[in-house]
């Protein structure tokens, strides 16, 4: 699997807008790019994916580079509830593990 | 919604027992996965299993491991015997078999093996 590149935490301010950012400069044409996030111990919760199109979905915007090389995950309002670590993991389809790293650590603050 | 489920959610252990940790994936998922995190470290892979066989494995899943779907709607994983090192959360996943195979967590278990 490529690798990711993300900054190890960061903060956000409680009701403005998250962005996340991503590299993936290895990326291959085949490869989707997938956000999680993990809420102190608990199962990771997948968020949103993508191969090349921006998506939006009800928890999350996906905006990719044209060229694919990184990627952004906004959180449109950011709340308290969603301070967790943010993964960021590019995986080819079908039946394929997820390689976590270590993420981005964020911390929603009021 | 549909959810991955894990029983039980803690589970202790002597070292050199065997236990196994049980899963109901989604009901209509084909794909299941096994992932294990040790306190304060990365999620690691272990197992996927697809069509009732293996599909593939780290390098942790050793001959220590072994996972079964023994009814169509139950996935467990069965650690022979347990060392220290065995304590984690580990988390089953399931995803659909289409393209796009999504996978979701369940809850975790944590195993302490004492």
């Known amino acids: 699997d490529a690798k990711t590149t993300q900054p190890p935490s960061m903060d956000c301010a409680e009701g403005r807008a998250a962005n996340l950012p991503c590299n993936h400069s290895?990326?291959?044409?085949?490869?989707?790019v997938y956000w999680y996030r993990q809420i102190h111990s608990q199962g990771p919760q997948y968020i949103i994916h993508?191969?090349?199109n921006n998506e939006t979905n009800e928890m999350a915007s996906l905006i990719i580079t044209e060229d694919r090389k990184s990627s952004t995950l906004i959180l449109p309002h950011a709340t308290l509830r969603d301070t967790a670590v943010y993964y960021c993991?590019?995986?080819?389809?079908?039946?394929?593990?997820?390689?976590f790293g270590k993420g981005n650590q964020v911390v929603v603050i009021p | 919604e549909p959810e991955v489920t894990q029983t039980p959610s803690h589970q202790v252990t002597q070292m050199g027992q065997e236990v196994i940790l049980r899963c109901v994936p989604i009901s209509n998922h084909l794909y299941f996965y096994w992932y294990r995190q040790i306190l304060g470290q990365k999620v690691e892979f272990l197992v996927s299993f697809y069509n009732n066989e293996i599909s593939e494995k780290s390098e942790i899943f050793d001959d220590q491991f072994s996972v079964e779907r023994p009814d169509g709607s139950n996935f467990t994983l069965k650690i022979r015997s347990t060392k220290l090192e065995d304590s984690a959360m580990y988390f089953c996943a399931s995803g659909d078999a289409g393209l796009v195979d999504t996978q979701y967590f369940g809850p975790g278990t944590r195993l302490t093996v004492l």
């Open positions: 993508g191969l090349k």
């Open positions: 290895t990326i291959s044409g085949n490869e989707y």
């Open positions: 993991i590019v995986r080819s389809g079908g039946n394929n593990r997820l390689a």
